[in-house]
């Protein structure tokens, strides 16, 4: 079990990150993964600070994050074997981040830019290019260092999709105990009680959850931190992935760029909830509270494309076992589906 042993969160926060540096033990070097916006926003800071106290900084810059991407850092770390590698960013930047010092076995601190998904502190790492399209385990954070100050910067879209993430967990967790119960598949009650609560916690605190709005941020930040943690204590993404994230995912293959992942895996969390015979009207409530789409039109995308996602979601991952397997629908009960919670 790899867990963070720094976990920081509040306005300003940046300015300690020197202070983590030191008190985890590192004395010298540091490199930073950033993509040009997140360097100007986040990653300077980083760096000068750490260079006024006398520690050697490179920066690498990315805008996407391919399995390319992944090398081309792994490269530089080969060569320059700093002592920890800051990931500064939303999804792309930190998972790239992740992946390569993983790999390279240098440990890795997040320092989040966006409050978009639960990647920011999680051991898992989506990354464009391998066979699957989901992500891959690479290694948890050392420390997380969220400075609500600079993500309160973000467009509030950024959030809106986080909550979505989090939500997502009340599905996954469903998922992940009907394949204990059906497959026998290992379930730790821990890490789904965690994953649950934190998706309880951001709806019961939907109301406090919006742009501006410091200690709503703090919310859904300790949650996506929370559900990150989840991961590492069952060591795989079963309780923050189940049949809503391979909605996503299906999605994503159909169409990609047209929705962030947490406001997919919401409207994935709605219809999921539904075949679980659970309160999904309730998801649907709050997900429209908090402003996520809770529609195709509000994705972006068509109807057709919804029950296509539907069709294809459960081949996309045979080995993790959801109540889509169970239930193992056609095209016309997937449109019915649909239509009753209504996404189309
Ligand atoms: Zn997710």
């Given amino acids: ?189 821990y890490a789904a009680s965690l994953a649950l609560m934190s998706a309880k916690l951001v709806m019961r605190n939907a109301e406090l959850i919006k742009p501006e709005k410091e200690e709503g941020l703090r919310v859904l930040l300790e949650a996506l931190i929370s559900c990150g943690v989840s991961m590492s204590i069952a060591g795989s993404s079963r309780p923050c992935s189940g049949s809503e994230h391979l909605f996503s995912h299906a999605l994503d293959m159909i169409k990609s760029n047209h929705a962030m992942h947490g406001e997919q895996c919401g409207v994935g969390t709605i219809m999921m909830a539904y075949l679980h015979r659970a309160n999904w009207k309730c998801i649907r409530r709050t997900l429209k509270m908090l402003g996520a789409p809770t529609n195709a039109h509000e994705l972006g995308i068509e109807k057709k494309d919804v029950v296509k996602a539907l069709e294809t979601a459960s081949t996309l991952r045979p080995e993790r076992y959801t109540i889509l397997n169970k239930l193992n629908l056609h095209h016309e009960a997937y449109e019915r589906l649909a239509k009753i919670t209504e996404v189309i």
Avoid at 100 to 122: C, E, L, M, R
Wanted: charged share 25%; aromatic share 8%.
């Fill in 1 to 189: 079990m790899q867990l963070p042993r720094e976990v920081i969160v509040g306005n300003g926060t940046i300015e300690r990150v020197t202070e983590v540096f030191r008190r985890l033990g590192f004395t010298e070097s540091a490199f930073i993964i950033a993509g040009s916006k997140t360097y100007d926003v986040a990653g300077k800071i980083v760096k000068e600070l750490l260079e006024e106290d006398g520690i050697e900084v490179n920066r690498f810059l990315v805008e996407s994050a391919t399995v390319k991407d992944v090398e081309a850092v792994e490269e530089e770390l080969k060569a320059l074997k700093p002592q920890v590698v800051f990931g500064v960013g939303g999804g792309t930047k930190i998972d790239v981040a992740k992946l390569s010092s993983a790999h390279q076995k240098v440990p890795f601190i997040s320092v989040p830019t966006t409050a978009s998904h639960d990647g920011i502190a999680s051991p898992v790492s989506a990354v464009k290019g391998f066979e699957k399209p989901y992500s891959v385990m690479a290694q948890a954070p050392i420390a997380i260092i969220a400075d609500t100050n600079i993500i309160m910067q973000a467009p509030w879209r950024f959030g809106v999709s986080g909550c979505g993430d989090v939500i997502a967990k009340f599905t996954a967790v469903k998922d992940w105990k009907l394949a204990h119960e059906e497959k026998n598949e290992y379930y730790g009650e």
